[in-house]
């Protein structure tokens, strides 16, 4: 047909026909494709739709008590009151609820820029707002219908009751940080990376809060909280999706009453102290001074106080007792006066002490420039000879003062259920080889015979050598936690077994340190309870070197010193001599002399230690649901 | 006939297919407002039964009268569409609305039904006067159709453009447009369209086009509209979530959910029987409007017909292949039972009209 005879009545209905056939098709794609998305693709938008209905919102689960051995909360959970923005639903109101929550939260200018911040990257992420008082939340929950992108949520929190006494040992629990999310992420678990997101989320930082994450913790609960599209609540009641799973307690071995004394007593000093059971080697107190309050870190630490803190020279943030490390000094000697019985050297032996002592064409001093004089082990010990030692730790050797130093607790790392616990150091021939490349020389030895040298240890080591001087040498493995934490691995020590008749001149000496003239802590002997003495060592541990010329013009004296170059105070002990039962290490950063400043602490320490009866306390315990159970027989 | 036997033999039929789609509309007017009858979804209630009425006893109106009425009102929206290009009304970010004081309307969804009944008229002349050739028959007719389609894609208004090109080709096909010709159009369609989404469109046309084809890109978040829609539609299910119960609908999740994306909301509180019933409801409509287009005497009742029958198709085809993510987002609402003033009167005056001819199939005029 040519365009020319073209007439509009000759195809219309073919043509009609057609089209409703095209129409008819279309329509039987369209149903198809309604069947498609409401059968078989439902299940996934079903979820995406819940995706937008819900706000997953995962609920901490009360966080596992820390306690003392008799069950006092060094840890507790405190209710808080947090109202939650997320800026990305607040939308074009987001100015208007930000003034908002400045007038019914009396919000700083600092919060408020935080939140405009947020507002500006239309963040994804809930920013947290701790409420000043339940008034302030209560009145920001009222309205919030009309505070699109906020929610309240009433949590938990941690608390640290005993603040600053027990901030090393404890630690601290805070936000998790970026690393700790991607660390998440990156072990393939996304769910616990979004719980950790969350802005009420707190895990463990430091100390035993850190090592025992796990059990702390518990499970995570989750409650569904329906939405609409600009983040505002429903009204409906939040579904519980997931039961919280409690975190477990953990009973420490330390003892409240004690730890609290120990850091009383240290006062203002950058120093610690650390207190064992001679025979179960339980810990009852492992404190630092100065300390810090951790309830600071919780809700995130300014960051001027947090300088403060980083930048004080008593260093509060470092936790002394465990990760300090010192060179032993005299407090070494008992050790390399075990060796050298060992080797053969007979206590009665005199060595005379003139002040110095020549060897390998070097003149090794001794404290005292006058000189001691004639000396066996007992005065050797009692007055801390230099040179009486030297002679003795000639006669045991290098390689057996490292064998008995390790031992003795040296140079072992214990797995305490805390992190930052230093391994020290205990030369031999071996080290030295590797460290420096060349052999072992006799001067060093002299150096290690009085705990100088590169001797290394923490007050944790020197307070297990006391725990093993005091029981006549048997083995005793550091105990921080009593009950319930992660599990630890054991290292057996190196056993050696001691002679008595070794052993004893040894404690002897130790005895006389405090009790007889001429000991150089004679003054800090008495513990002023009926029938219990102590025995102890004093020593020093030389931070600056001293020069031949400085020698020759006289050595200044540590008063005369800036604080930073005075030597640091050393000083072990355990009581009661008669009967053992606490040993114990006092380091005094700085301090000067062992026997002047660390001496009296260490012997106040240890007289309330006996006074309070710590070892005897009842404990508290967990039972077989991992229920704290106090010592009266209540549970938590 | 007398007016009892006019109201015996009025189809009946297709009045409660009407009636059961605005009733759609109602109850989900209600539902997508939250539940209530306070605002829009009232109005949309009161509006809609004016127009039913009113739609029902224009279907006793003789054909003659709605075809001495083609050209006046296909010159008056004409004049209305150069109206707005000099006084519109913006919303949205195109000039399509015309106040004129007591309402305003849109002169292209009333230039929808206009053209139709001119063209009609033309074709029923043409047959008439014995008319033919290919300029008559296919150009004349044409410029009649480009003329307000290029007017409504300059406001601009590329869904009802693209409508009324739909409706006016689509009488010019029935007409008898050589296969030929058929084949060249859509040949320059190919070439030209690419061109025409890079050079003559405005960017949020262009921009949901390719949202269309590449879903990452999505300046304007209708990707994300198109995604909340079908959320919607699958989260119901085959039984639905309840009516008033739909996350999506009632949390505001489904975007434009009085309008354009009404069916999702059905289809996500009524599921699979509530969805289906207003397709069915469209098919039987179209169903009887296709048979009126077949079966009526009069050149003019016929071409009237096949223009308001795809134009109504076109309506829904588009709306429901936009929502359930076959087609990009073009703002064409669903018929009946989206929210809507002018489209809601423009189709029921299809509805109308299809009655009217229904009464006077064998009318020869």
Request: aromatic share 8%; no cysteine.
């Given at each position: 047909m040519g365009t020319r005879d073209l007439k509009p009545d000759i195809d219309f209905n073919r043509r009609a026909l057609l089209v409703a056939g095209a129409g008819g098709a279309v329509w039987a794609g369209l149903t198809m494709r309604l069947v498609q998305l409401q059968t078989v693709e439902s299940e996934a938008l079903r979820l995406a739709s819940e995706e937008n209905q819900f706000d997953l919102r995962l609920r901490a689960a009360p966080r596992g008590l820390i306690t003392d051995r008799?069950?006092?909360?060094?840890a507790a959970n405190k209710p808080d009151y947090q109202v939650l923005f997320l800026p990305e639903r607040a939308g074009a109101e987001a100015g208007y609820v930000i003034e908002m929550l400045r007038i019914l939260m009396d919000l700083p200018d600092a919060t408020v820029v935080r939140l405009q911040r947020g507002v500006d990257q239309a963040a994804h992420e809930e920013i947290l707002l701790q409420a000043n008082s339940w008034e302030d939340f209560s009145r920001v929950s009222l309205r919030l219908t009309d505070l699109p992108g906020v929610s309240t949520d009433t949590g938990m929190v941690r608390a640290y009751p005993y603040a600053r006494a027990f901030a090393h040992p404890i630690g601290y629990v805070a936000k998790p940080s970026q690393r700790d999310v991607d660390r998440a992420r990156e072990a393939g678990d996304d769910g616990h990376a979004r719980f950790l997101q969350d802005p009420s989320v707190r895990i463990g930082k430091t100390g035993v809060e850190i090592a025992n994450e796990a059990v702390l913790q518990g499970r995570p609960g989750r409650v569904k909280i329906e939405v609409d599209v600009h983040g505002r609540r429903t009204g409906r009641a939040p579904i519980a999706d997931l039961d919280p799973v409690a975190g477990q307690p953990v009973i420490l071995t330390l003892d409240a009453r004690l730890q609290t004394y120990a850091m009383e007593r240290m006062g203002t000093e950058s120093a610690s102290a650390v207190v064992m059971d001679?025979?179960?080697?339980?810990?009852?107190c492992l404190a630092s001074s100065p300390g810090f309050d951790p309830n600071l870190f919780v809700d995130g630490i300014p960051s001027r106080i947090f300088r403060e803190l980083n930048e004080d020279d008593h260093r509060p943030l470092y936790h002394k007792a465990l990760t300090g490390t010192y060179p032993p000094g005299s407090t070494f000697k008992m050790v390399t006066a075990l060796a050298a019985l060992d080797a053969g050297f007979d206590p009665s032996f005199r060595v005379n002490c003139p002040g110095f002592y020549f060897f390998g064409g070097r003149r090794f001093h001794c404290w005292s420039r006058r000189g001691h004089g004639p000396m066996d082990m007992h005065e050797g010990i009692k007055q801390s000879c230099d040179v009486y030692f030297y002679v003795a730790g000639l006669q045991a050797g290098p390689e057996r003062i490292a064998k008995f130093a390790r031992a003795f607790g040296f140079g072992h790392r214990y797995e305490?259920?805390?992190?930052?616990?230093s391994r020290g150091l205990v030369p031999d021939f071996e080290w030295h080889q590797r460290r420096y490349g060349r052999q072992w020389s006799g001067g060093e030895t002299l150096n290690n015979s009085i705990g100088q040298g590169a001797l290394l240890s923490s007050p944790l080591h020197l307070a297990v050598m006391s725990c093993h001087l005091a029981n006549g040498g048997l083995p005793v493995w550091p105990k921080l936690i009593r009950e319930g934490g992660a599990p630890l691995n054991r290292i057996d020590l190196p056993e050696i077994a001691i002679p008595a008749d070794h052993m004893t001149p040894v404690q002897k000496g130790m005895w006389g340190v405090m009790n007889e003239g001429g000991g150089t802590a004679r003054g800090s002997?008495?513990?002023?309870?009926?029938g219990v003495t102590m025995a102890g060592k004093t020593g020093t541990a030389q931070v600056r070197i001293i020069t031949m010329a400085e020698r020759r013009r006289g050595v200044i004296a540590n008063a005369d010193l800036p604080w930073h170059l005075r030597d640091h105070a050393l000083f072990v002990a355990y009581a009661p001599f008669e009967k053992p039962r606490y040993a114990i290490s006092v380091v005094v950063e700085h301090g000067g002399s062992g026997s002047k400043a660390a001496a009296p602490i260490a012997r106040d320490i240890l007289a309330q230690a006996i006074m309070l009866d710590v070892a005897g306390a009842a404990p508290a315990r967990l039972d077989d649901q991992k229920r704290l159970v106090l010592p009266q027989g209540t549970t938590a | 006939m007398t007016l009892r036997e006019k109201l015996f033999s009025l189809n009946w039929l297709m009045v409660l297919v009407v009636a059961g789609l605005c009733a759609f509309g109602i109850a989900f007017q209600y539902s997508v407002n939250?539940?209530?009858?306070?605002?829009e979804a009232g109005e949309h209630a009161e509006r809609i039964v004016l127009f039913f009425v009113v739609a029902v006893v224009l279907a006793f109106v003789p054909l003659r009268w709605w075809r001495a009425a083609a050209w006046p009102a296909y010159a008056v929206s004409l004049l209305m569409l150069v109206a707005v290009e000099v006084v519109g009304v913006t919303r949205m970010g195109a000039q399509r609305w015309l106040d004129l004081g007591i309402m305003t309307i849109q002169p292209s969804e009333i230039m929808k039904m206009a053209l139709v009944l001119a063209l009609a008229d033309y074709f029923h002349r043409a047959i008439e006067n014995g008319w033919k050739g290919f300029w008559l028959i296919v150009v004349v007719p044409l410029l009649v159709t480009l003329l307000p389609v290029a007017l409504v894609f300059h406001q601009p208004n590329l869904g009802t453009g693209l409508l009324l090109l739909a409706s006016g080709g689509a009488l010019i096909f029935f007409a008898g447009l050589p296969w030929r010709y058929i084949v060249g159009a859509l040949a320059v369609l190919v070439v030209a369209t690419p061109l025409y989404v890079l050079y003559g469109m405005h960017d949020y046309q262009r921009d949901r086009v390719m949202t269309f084809i590449?879903?990452?890109?999505?300046p304007q978040g209708e990707g994300y509209n198109i995604a909340q829609s079908k959320i919607a539609i699958g989260a119901g299910g085959f039984w639905g979530r309840g009516y008033l119960e739909g996350s999506q609908v009632q949390n505001d999740f489904l975007p434009e959910k009085q309008t354009d994306f009404i069916f999702a909301a059905v289809a996500e509180e009524t599921g699979f029987p509530g969805a289906a019933s207003i397709m069915a409801l469209y098919a039987a409509l179209l169903a009887m409007m296709v048979s009126l287009t077949l079966n009526a005497r009069a050149a003019f009742a016929r071409y009237a017909m096949a223009g308001i029958t795809v134009m109504v198709a076109t309506y829904v085809f588009i709306n429901l292949g936009m929502v359930m993510g076959l087609m990009p987002v073009v703002g064409i609402p669903l018929p009946l039972v989206s929210f809507g003033g002018t489209a809601i009167m423009v189709i029921l005056a299809g509805v109308a009209f299809a009655l009217s001819v229904g009464l006077n199939r064998d009318k020869k005029l």
């Open positions: 008799t069950g006092v909360a060094l001679t025979e179960t080697g339980e810990l009852y305490l259920g805390v992190p930052g616990v002997g008495d513990m002023g309870i009926e | 939250g539940g209530s009858w306070v605002g590449n879903p990452d890109y999505d």
